[in-house]
T-cell receptor, first 114, second 114 residues
Framework: SQKIEQNSEALNIQEGKTATLTCNYT??????LQWYRQDPGRGPVFLLL???NEKEKRKERLKVTFDTTLKQSLFHITASQPADSATYLC?????????????WGLGTSLAVNP | ETGVTQSPTHLIKTRGQQVTLRCSSQ?????VSWYQQALGQGPQFIFQYYREEENGRGNFPPRFSGLQFPNYSSELNVNALELDDSALYLC?????????????FGPGTRLTVL
């Protein structure tokens, strides 16, 4: 069955450093991969989307890469700040029909220490 | 803020009872999805509505049912509540004609079943 794996352990980094989060998937050929941020008790917030034919996407301090050969996406936050502390979720979807529904990872908790 | 609202914020029910959760989509969005998120887990897709018709369903029993209204607001109904139904219930809307299913989430309803 389709499976998404994200760093299971919380990531602790120092303010100013680059945080790198990993999303690996198996038994799936996604058309799109998305990254969301979720704060405790709140709904996820969309950050970035990358398509299968794109290698990299950037938005301000965020960068996402997508390697369909390795079946992996990396999510980078550069010059991290304590306000970046949250859980980050990756989600995949296909092109059409019921494959359009998003399949979610469990998320990785990031703590940026001042 | 996404413009997606949910009510109520919190709810406590007992086993066997029924519950109705409500969601108001972001303006211009005609697709609504409902998710269940247990503590420490990623969102699990319950079902999606597009223009008042169910458009995909996850692995949830029939006691989970929904409605979408002409103004694209939506309800999630759960009958015969079980203890395992305790979770954060998230509603998300998607832009009309969107091809990537980027989800714009509401703040969620925290349901506790005793």
């Amino acid at each position: 069955s389709q499976k998404i794996e994200q760093n299971s352990e919380a990531l602790n980094i120092q303010e100013g450093k680059t945080a790198t989060l990993t999303c690996n998937y198996t038994n799936y050929s996604p058309a799109y991969l998305q990254w969301y941020r979720q704060d405790p008790g709140r709904g996820p917030v969309f950050l970035l989307l990358i398509r299968e034919n794109e290698k990299e996407k950037r938005k301000e301090r965020l960068k996402v890469t997508f390697d369909t050969t390795l079946k992996q996406s990396l999510f980078h936050i550069t010059a991290s700040q304590p306000a970046d502390s949250a859980t980050y979720l990756c989600a995949l979807s296909g092109y059409a029909g019921n494959n359009r529904k998003l399949i979610w990872g469990l998320g990785t908790s990031l703590a940026v220490n001042p | 803020e996404t413009g997606v609202t949910q009510s109520p914020t919190h709810l406590i029910k007992t086993r066997g009872q029924q519950v109705t959760l409500r969601c108001s989509s972001q303006s211009g969005h005609n697709t609504v999805s409902w998710y269940q998120q247990a503590l420490g887990q990623g969102p699990q897709f319950i079902f999606q509505y597009y223009r008042e018709e169910e458009n995909g369903r996850g692995n949830f029993p029939p006691r989970f049912s929904g409605l979408q209204f002409p103004n694209y607001s939506s309800e999630l109904n759960v009958n015969a509540l079980e203890l395992d139904d305790s979770a954060l219930y998230l509603c998300a809307s998607s832009p009309s004609g969107g091809d990537t299913d980027t989800q714009y989430f509401g703040p969620g309803t925290r349901l506790t079943v005793l």
